[in-house]
């Protein structure tokens, strides 16, 4: 039986929002950006500089700055950069979850932290180009003209994040027990095969 859900998703594929439905549905805790507050809080580095830099690949000048301990405590000072002592405290915080209690995780690479679990539903969120395009207009309410330019981005940023941390490849099925296309199925479909299978 499955107790954790962690999802990957495309941008604007209905990702977050199908995590949240399940969630609710669930009863369950819903784990998101909300993990990086904890981050920030632990490592004590402002919220908004923790945002910004995971998710961001290396070689950009944000990611170079972190490696310095610019921002953090000096506190426990270790010879790892910010980038990465940001992302082993994420994974610690997300193992501590679990062990208490059922939840679903958007994003923070959980699907790979927790790949030796086998109460842990992995699931991949995709869409095709011009559904991900109509939401990212309508839902994230980003300029038409913008739109390509976003989707572009943020999935780069995803994936380069998740390669650079699992040794994967973002939205390689083959570590995924399930990929869903949210623009052929629709989010409540979605919502209900997740749902579904969590209660089985």
């Given at each position: 039986?499955?107790?954790?859900?962690?999802?990957?998703?495309?941008?604007?594929?209905?990702?977050?929002?199908?995590?949240?439905r399940v969630?609710?549905?669930?009863?369950?805790?819903?784990?998101?950006?909300?993990?990086?507050?904890?981050?920030?809080?632990?490592?004590?580095?402002?919220?908004i500089?923790?945002e910004?830099?995971?998710?961001?690949?290396?070689?950009?000048?944000?990611?170079?700055?972190?490696?310095?301990?610019?921002g953090?405590?000096?506190?426990g000072?270790?010879n790892?950069s910010?980038?990465?002592?940001?992302f082993?405290?994420?994974k610690?915080?997300?193992?501590?979850?679990?062990?208490?209690?059922?939840?679903?995780i958007?994003?923070?690479?959980?699907?790979?932290?927790?790949?030796?679990?086998?109460?842990?539903?992995?699931v991949?969120?995709?869409?095709?180009?011009?559904?991900?395009?109509?939401?990212?207009?309508?839902t994230?309410?980003?300029?038409?003209?913008?739109?390509?330019y976003?989707?572009?981005?943020?999935?780069?940023?995803?994936?380069?994040?998740?390669?650079?941390?699992?040794?994967?490849?973002?939205?390689?099925?083959?570590?995924?027990?399930?990929?869903?296309?949210?623009?052929?199925?629709?989010?409540d479909?979605?919502?209900d095969v997740?749902?579904?299978?969590?209660?089985?």
């Open positions: 039986m499955y107790k954790i859900i962690t999802m990957e998703r495309e941008f604007a594929s209905g990702g977050n929002e199908i995590g949240k969630a609710k549905k669930l009863g369950i805790a819903l784990y998101d950006r909300s993990l990086l507050v904890e981050v920030a809080k632990r490592l004590e580095i402002p919220a500089y923790v910004q830099l995971e998710e961001t690949a290396p070689g950009s000048s944000i990611f170079n700055l972190s490696q310095t301990v610019l953090g405590s000096q506190k000072k270790t790892l910010l980038a990465e002592r940001i082993l405290e994420e610690k915080i997300i193992e501590e979850i679990v062990e208490k209690q059922d939840c679903v958007v994003g923070r690479c959980a699907s790979y932290i927790l790949r030796d679990r086998p109460d842990c539903l992995k991949f969120v995709r869409a095709d180009k011009q559904y991900r395009l109509n939401r990212a207009i309508e994230e309410k980003i300029a038409k003209d913008d739109a390509d976003f989707l572009r981005k943020a999935d780069k940023r995803r994936s380069d994040f998740y390669n650079t941390h699992t040794g994967w490849k973002w939205g390689d099925i083959e570590h995924f027990d399930i990929c869903l296309d949210s623009g052929s199925l629709g989010l479909c979605c919502v997740l749902a579904g299978m969590m209660k089985k």
